[in-house]
């Protein structure tokens, strides 16, 4: 069965060109919004930082858990019905919540909003399987470093955005939030053409195999898929320490206000963005996508324990570019598990990614928030406000010798030759010697709280 579709280049570079864009539109608007939600959660509870944090971890739960029911729907949808009609109904479903967050004047408004946001947040979901349609499989892994590009660009710019927006109002980042998924959803409505040709979707919807628990049945039937699915949500589960307890963390121990956490964000976004430019796209075809893997999770976990232990914030910022290594695992482990699956399966693959990101933030973010409220109170036994980010990286330690272990009949196999990647927008040079910027790919998902 082949797997590419019969889309024409100079289609499948504007199909290309708009899943980076939107990729990138998407994260500029959560961008935008990451230095001040936690803010605006603190004013709408009227209470201090340790309950800030409590309610921040009960919105990411529940965003999660929406995630995680309504994940494998929408990747059973795309496969169904083709991708483009749920990426633009995702997009258009993400500007009409933000307009939502940007006027709730409660909390349990605020709230409500947030269960719709997860609802209609499918696009990373999409964009991927969409990838996965246009895209044979030796240029995958550049491919999905491509969209880390996009992931670290829109982080450079929508967190210091974010914060200057939100220093003149806490609403004001919610507007452009709003405006940016608008923008996008037009844009696509004229440029994206369907990847999945209709001989190449399911005869039928199956409600059976869309819902969480059915969708990950898909997993088990390919053994190393499911051992890399386990390393992908240890993945996941550590990074809610970053969307859970960072703004606040660096409130209490470094006392970075909204404008000072956009400037890091957009510090994390630059040095990713150079990773996966200048290095992604090389490493995969010179040394193996097993070893590069591996590299990136065991940077992660360095990361995690210099930020942690650091005591001043100037020793926090060097830890953001170890962080930035860690996101060399995300294209690696996309492209082995599509290796292994159907074409016709990736869009369901996809949701179950996706759910498993949404199923461990529905308890990291209560983990690491309580985690990270437990260090700081009065009455701890021990004051250690970087436990958290500890315990992140002993998580990713464990995700490392899974992934150790589920590649290990990589390990004799030699590098294949480099292939071509996939055209960026505007036939620009391919990801490995343009500087753009990308994120993990665990930073999606999700995984957007």
Known sequence: MPTTTTITEPRRRAAVAFIFVTILLDM??????????????QQLSGGGLAEAAWWVGVFSAVFALVQFVFSPVQGALSDRYGRRPVILISNLGLAIDFVILALAPTLWLLFVARVVLGITAASFTTANAYIADITPKEQRAAAYGMLGGAFGLGFIVGPGLGGFLGDISLRLPFWVSAGLALCNFLYGFFVLPESLPSERRTPRFELHSAHPLGSLKLLKRYPQVLELAVVMFLVYLA??????????YADYRYHWGAQAVGFVLMLVGACDGSVQAFLTGRLAPRYGERRVLLAGMACGVGAFLLMGLAGTGWVFLLGVPLMALWGLSGPPIQSIMTHQVDPTEQGRLQGAITSLGSFAGIFGPYLFAQVFAWSIAPGAPWHLPGLPFVLAAVLLLAGYAIAAWATRHLAAEQPGEAGAVPELPCGEPPASATPMAGLPSSSSTEHHS
């Open 239 to 248: 990074h809610y320490v970053l969307q859970t307890t960072f703004v606040l």
């Open 28 to 41: 500029l608007a959560f961008g935008v919004v990451i230095p001040v939600l936690p803010h605006l959660i």
